[in-house]
């Protein structure tokens, strides 16, 4: 069975498969003038999402964008521009976090994007994210990219990406996030590693709070003084 939906960025075509995995994939039209080009959008839907009964483990959570490097997506080097790539993270991730938590999602934090190889014109970047922590309204997203030859079929790692995203409201503000990760053993070190992540964030986001207000309240002295 296939869906056909006219989104704001081209038609997609929805279809689910024996697994229950939906792909989704988007043709190229124009608007206004301006030619956007085709990506295949891949998303592997989380199992009963959002049911008391079922946490999915990270793995259920995966989700795949595949992108095909165009010459306007790269630097003078002719290999794909590291903003354009951060931009194709920040959207893997802002999807997969708005999916999870059931509405939208706003970027939080970036704890480390490293690039590892370059990205060359005609390749394409196959970008998979996973969701490796739930907290109250916040997530912790893993993304692992890799670029494809098409020529040779040669695969290479070229990005890694930590990031967090908080789930908000209609007006902006955190809300709560129901749904939950229970990792099964080969991911419980990752679940760690991505909780301990929060963690550190936390702290250094208090310090940094009350900093500020020593300076706030500092200029405040200053200004009675004067």
Known sequence: MQDYVQGSIGTWKDSADETGSINRESSDFQESG???NPCIIIV????NPGTVNHMPSIKETSHQM???????HANTHGTLHGGR?????MLAGSINSSRISRGITVLGATDSIDFI?????GEIVTLDSSIEYIGTSSMEIGVTVHSENL???EKKLTTTAHLAFIAVDNNGKPRHIDEKIEPDKEEKAL???ARKRRELRTDKISIRDEQARNIIDETEITRMRL
């Open 34 to 36: 301006i030619s956007l």
């Open 44 to 47: 592997r839907a989380v199992k």
């Open 66 to 72: 595949v992108q095909f490097v165009f010459p306007e």
């Open 85 to 89: 790539l951060m931009d194709w993270i």
């Open 117 to 121: 190889n370059p990205v060359k014109v």
């Open 151 to 153: 020529e040779t079929r």
């Open 191 to 193: 679940y760690e590693e």
